[in-house]
């Protein structure tokens, strides 16, 4: 942000002019966000607030459909959002407006601010937050009907049964085919499914970019988990946060350097030797099934998860 602001002598509207000329094309920054915090030094007592004692504000910004203001006044924080009439529906303003005013109360007088949740516009997205949130399945291995596309697990199959021996994935070190992906994949997930977990559990990544980091996504997905990935490089702090907000019970790693001791006492440390030494051992013992009635010769294969990696047992909910 700070070696951004070092250009701060020209303006977005600048910015905003030079990209229309360049690109020949009509560039729009239809939400804007202008913070006039720490603009002019205030205090209670300051004779001249920043913009000075406000009746009515109208904002004529070209192209910009939204724009909200920060800034301090005599010791308080002001915001104000101004929106074109006619753009979004009746109310929908008013009541983001609302949302972010809660959410900023909620940060300076709660201690846990990201234990609170906040749905923004609940009146204009039931229909659709409803829709995204009925997951639940009276089987748990069945596809979800809403969609006929592909998942990812499905695109890797279809893309291993039709090019085994091409490379897949490539690193610094390593070049893996997918046929080889994807015995890796399954030595992950094996490892994965010894623990019982219940289906859609959250299972986290936490790996530096490499062949070993796909390998592990594929490998949840296999064992019918939710990956979480996490950046390496971020402080373990965040990271441990994270994990524990998401409920993720193993951590899949390259390093126990990337580990603090919290989450090596709470979580289940799966790491890049275990795989190594499973792999060892192993020669392209899972393969993916075909679908009923499909031909080997290569035309469109779809596969599914609950049917990728047939050594790997049932597991149900151990909680009960």
Same mark, same amino acid.
């Given at each position: ?8 002598h020209?303006?977005?509207?600048a910015v905003e ?6 690109r020949?094309?009509q ?10 915090l ?5 205090g209670?007592d300051?004779?001249h ?15 910009v ?5 920060v800034?301090?006044d005599?010791g ?9 009439e006619?753009?979004f529906?009746?109310?929908?303003v008013a009541e983001m407006?609302?949302a972010l005013?809660q ?5 300076a ?7 609170e ?6 009146r ?6 409803a ?5 639940e399945t ?5 596809l979800d ?7 990812l ?7 291993r ?7 897949a ?7 893996l085919?997918?046929a ?6 399954d030595?992950w ?7 019982a977990?219940a289906?859609?559990s959250v299972v986290?990544?936490? &790996?530096?970019?490499?062949a070993? %980091?796909? +390998?592990a =996504?594929?490998? /949840? ?5 939710a ?9 373990q702090?965040?990271?441990g ?11 899949l790693?390259?390093?126990h350097d ?11 440390? &799966?790491?890049?030797?275990e795989? %190594?030494? +499973?792999? =060892?051992?192993? /020669?392209?013992a899972?393969?993916?099934t ?7 010769d290569?035309d469109?294969w ?8 047939e050594?790997f047992?049932r597991?149900?909910?151990s909680?009960?």
């Amino acid at each position: 942000m700070w070696s951004n602001l070092a250009h701060s002598h020209v303006s977005g509207v600048a910015v905003e002019r030079m990209l229309n000329r360049q690109r020949r094309s009509q560039i729009t920054m239809p939400v804007v966000f202008t913070c006039g915090l720490g603009v002019v030094e205030q205090g209670p007592d300051t004779a001249h607030p920043y913009l000075g004692s406000i009746d009515h504000g109208l904002s004529q910004t070209p192209q910009v459909w939204m724009d909200l203001q920060v800034y301090d006044d005599a010791g308080s924080l002001v915001l104000n959002l101004d929106s074109v009439e006619g753009i979004f529906p009746d109310g929908m303003v008013a009541e983001m407006f609302r949302a972010l005013t809660q959410a900023v109360r909620l940060l300076a007088t709660t201690s846990i601010f990201c234990d609170e949740t906040l749905t923004v516009c609940l009146r204009f997205n039931t229909e659709a937050i409803a829709e995204l949130n009925a997951t639940e399945t009276s089987d748990a291995g069945a596809l979800d009907t809403r969609t006929t596309d592909p998942t990812l697990l499905e695109l890797f199959h279809e893309s291993r049964h039709r090019h085994a021996e091409r490379a897949a994935v490539i690193d610094q070190s390593r070049e893996l085919t997918y046929a080889e992906l994807d015995a890796e994949s399954d030595q992950w997930a094996r490892l994965i499914a010894a623990q019982a977990l219940a289906p859609g559990s959250v299972v986290a990544i936490l &790996m530096e970019k490499s062949a070993y %980091q796909v +390998s592990a =996504a594929l490998g /949840v997905l296999k064992a019918g988990c939710a990956y979480l990935p996490l950046n390496a490089t971020h402080p373990q702090a965040r990271n441990g946060r994270i994990i524990a907000n998401a409920g993720a019970r193993i951590i899949l790693t390259d390093s126990h350097d990337h580990l603090s001791e919290t989450m090596m006492r709470q979580c289940v440390v &799966m790491s890049v030797p275990e795989v %190594q030494e +499973s792999t =060892a051992g192993t /020669v392209d013992a899972v393969r993916p099934t075909r679908a009923t009635g499909e031909q080997d010769d290569g035309d469109a294969w779809r596969g599914s998860a609950r049917a990728s990696v047939e050594p790997f047992p049932r597991h149900t909910d151990s909680r009960g």
